[in-house]
């Protein structure tokens, strides 16, 4: 598996190489590969690099090895739920195989990752239909190729609306504390000449009282079975600021960042990160010695304040327990 | 005039002496000084540092030069109206001055200072009155000792609320671009023995989502007849959320900081800086090349969302036209 370490840039292109399910364990959790449906997809891969090597290890008993990688796998992050829907579908492959596992279940990780990317695709030309010509745009974090199999989820929606014709103005937060708007975002957009122009994350109020946005268009870690939407840290507070100055909110999601076991966003474990990523910078101290921080990356935007959830099999607008059963 | 210079803080304490208007106004708009009361009272010490050279080069004609200066250093920044009200306080004192005008106006430029220490010292007692025993409170940008002649305004009702053993806890955003929270209201915090937790700005509503905030406590740089209030950008998410989380919004100004002369909000120039600040970090590059940046440094909250006004001359809450009015 090659995976673009993203922590690298945009000052570098970085490529790490990795054959074991414990180094796919590791990239996830440093962040070399992130964004929910990048870690299902690089999970995926983990398991069938898991199996090969429990397989050559111990031909008869792979299945207890390989159980235990796919436990080891999950508990890397706790809020993307396309990790344990990907880890599942890994699961399940291996269920009925015998003698070698390893072609089984990389071919099934080849399929959710071709699923994903042809589902962004979807997303994008559906998400697209939604916007006006002239419209501008504020995304968040990153919900990009990056985060994806490629083409992105709410990046998906810009890139289709571009290649329409319809947008004026795409802003983009530069999302504190890993500035994956500045660093990733604004490298993925530029490198299809779509320009960007970057806000910090207190900005943004201020930019839709003070410049019409159209639509605030976020990716989704996971939701709720009632459309409430963990996502990056902030994502609530442009949902709010969206309301208060009518611009419209917009989630771009697969169904494989829908959990359907819990029903409301209050069932969402959200991660914290160490204090470090706040209170340093490139790992130089910023913030004044003996000062502590609370760094959690996640947060809950209830669906009463979300107008559109986008997905492969559909749009539901608003997102409403019946209309998120319906997608399945 | 000796200055801290608030941009190294907190790695180094280093102090610049200025003996020219010309370097008070370039210490104002390399934010040397920032805060709007610190930078009312740099800019009448800048004053009367003008009178004392425009004397020494012309006893007989230096109203002129004064004047001239007068105007340089009301150009520095746009936003804080202490500036022009200190610099006004500066132009009426020197009006009946003859002979060698630098004694009266270093006297009137001391007044001001003076004044606005006390005036902080009174806001924090009474800001503090408002706080009910184990409060936990939010802080942004800095409004401190550093942004004053000394104390603060929102943290001078936080110093004033902690020497109550009102407080169990302090939250302060970390207020990119500057870090001002990171940077110096940590670092002032932390002098007086007053923990404090940095967040992101984007994590504040999340914050008060998932933890009981009772207080979100401000400055401002510029507050309009009607109540609607300028403030270090960001400040206008936090009053949206803290409205739909019931937390409440505390501004702490002198009245120094109100503009009589704008009704609303709507007449407060924001002031934008360079792309730069947001676009690199301690002068590296962090964004991707080729992104553009926009870079506004303050926002304005509208007056519905803030649930007392603190000033030296009383509490006005919530803030009304005829309660702000009654306060002079």
Redesign the interface.
């Known amino acids: 598996v090659r995976l673009l370490d993203q922590r690298c ?2 000052a570098t292109e970085t490529y790490v190489e990795i054959d074991t399910a414990a180094a796919i364990a590791a990239a996830i959790e440093s962040m070399i590969v992130r964004g929910a449906p990048a870690i299902g997809i690089a999970a995926a891969y983990g398991a069938a690099l898991a199996a090969r090597s429990a397989h050559a290890l111990d031909p008869g008993g792979w299945r207890a090895a390989y159980d235990a990688e796919l436990e080891r796998l999950r508990a890397t992050r706790p809020t993307a739920v396309n990790l344990g829907w990907a880890l599942d579908r890994m699961a399940r492959a291996a269920a009925p195989l015998g003698a070698d596992p390893f072609p089984a279940l990389i071919a099934e990780a080849e399929r959710i990752r071709v699923e994903d990317l042809a589902a962004n695709h979807a997303m994008g030309a559906s998400g697209a239909s939604l916007i006006a010509p002239g419209a501008s745009l504020l995304t968040h974090c990153n919900a990009g190729a990056l985060a994806t199999a490629g083409y992105g989820t709410a990046l998906g929606v810009v890139r289709a609306a571009w290649g329409a014709g319809r947008l004026v103005r795409v ?1 983009a ?5 890993w ?1 994956q708007g ?3 975002t ?2 993925e957009l ?1 490198r299809d000449g779509i ?13 839709m ?2 410049r019409r946005i159209d639509w605030v268009i976020v990716g989704a870690d996971r939701i709720a079975a009632n459309g409430d939407t963990a996502n ?3 994502t ?2 442009l949902a ?2 969206a309301r ?1 100055q009518r611009a419209r909110m917009m989630v771009v999601a697969p169904r494989s960042s829908i959990d359907r076991t819990i029903s409301t966003g209050a069932g969402i474990p ?1 991660e914290e990160r160490a204090a470090a990523e ?2 340093e ?2 790992s ?1 101290r ?11 990356v996640f ?2 935007t209830p669906a009463a304040l979300i107008d559109a959830l986008v997905t492969e099999a559909g749009i539901v607008s608003p997102p409403t327990p019946q209309g998120i059963a319906a997608l399945f």
Request: no cysteine; hydrophobic share 55%.
């Open positions: 840039l945009p802003y937060t530069e999302t504190r504390p500035l500045a660093r990733l604004a490298w530029l320009p960007v122009t970057l806000i910090t994350d207190g900005a943004a109020a201020h930019l009282r003070t990056k840290i902030g609530y507070a709010l600021a208060a959200v706040v209170l910078f490139g130089r910023v913030a004044a010695a003996g000062a502590d921080a609370w760094n959690p947060d809950v």
